[in-house]
């Protein structure tokens, strides 16, 4: 099938739509921190999320729209402390429907373009669970490298712990 992709920047009036496609993300998959609970954020706490991150120069949210459904998020969220502004923060979102078309490959070059062309993101870094294959595989395709192992960074159903990578980028001029 072919899509008509589009990808933004998040507004403020997209709040509604993004908590909805991060609740069914939690529901979805046990590979992000979501759960079933999914986001657990008002409208307006998602909006003020939003508008916070527009206005820094070091954070973004980017929204992927395949044939005008929300299909997807990569958000990049950094302190504002001087000694670790420059430090990214990723997270990936895609809805199950539209894993393994290459969504989370554009998302990620979207994202490290941005920080790129950013002035002030200088690392890109994320976790990701031991056993999500085909994320670690794009991570590593996309230059992270795994810098180090958390045992039980994260705890599914049933109470069972899974170990994460914590992986990273340098992003250079």
């Known amino acids: 099938m072919e899509y008509d992709l589009l990808i933004r920047e998040a507004e403020a009036q997209d709040a509604t739509e993004l908590i909805a496609l991060l609740?069914?993300?939690?529901?979805?998959?046990?590979?992000?921190?979501?759960?079933?609970?999914?986001?657990a954020m008002s409208e307006s706490e998602m909006q003020r999320f939003i508008n916070k991150q527009a206005q820094s120069d070091n954070?973004?949210?980017?929204?992927?729209?395949?044939?005008?459904?929300?299909?997807?998020?990569?958000?990049?969220?950094?302190?504002?402390?001087p000694r670790v502004r420059h430090i990214?923060?990723?997270?990936?979102?895609?809805?199950?429907?539209?894993?393994?078309?290459?969504?989370?490959?554009?998302?990620?070059?979207?994202?490290?373009?941005w920080a790129q062309s950013?002035?002030?993101?200088?690392?890109?870094?994320?976790?990701?669970q031991k056993r999500n294959l085909a994320a670690v595989h794009l991570y590593k395709k996309l230059g992270f490298i795994i810098e180090g192992q958390q045992e039980r960074g994260a705890c599914i159903e049933g109470g069972e712990f899974l170990d994460v990578y914590l992986m990273g980028r340098l992003i250079d001029k």
């Open 23 to 39: 609740d069914q993300i939690g529901h979805e998959s046990s590979f992000t921190s979501l759960d079933e609970n999914g986001i």
């Open 59 to 81: 954070q973004i949210t980017l929204l992927a729209y395949l044939n005008e459904e929300l299909a997807g998020v990569i958000n990049i969220t950094a302190d504002q402390r």
């Open 88 to 113: 990214g923060d990723i997270f990936l979102g895609i809805k199950k429907a539209y894993w393994e078309n290459g969504l989370g490959s554009i998302l990620m070059e979207e994202a490290i373009e």
């Open 118 to 128: 950013s002035g002030s993101i200088r690392r890109l870094q994320l976790t990701v």
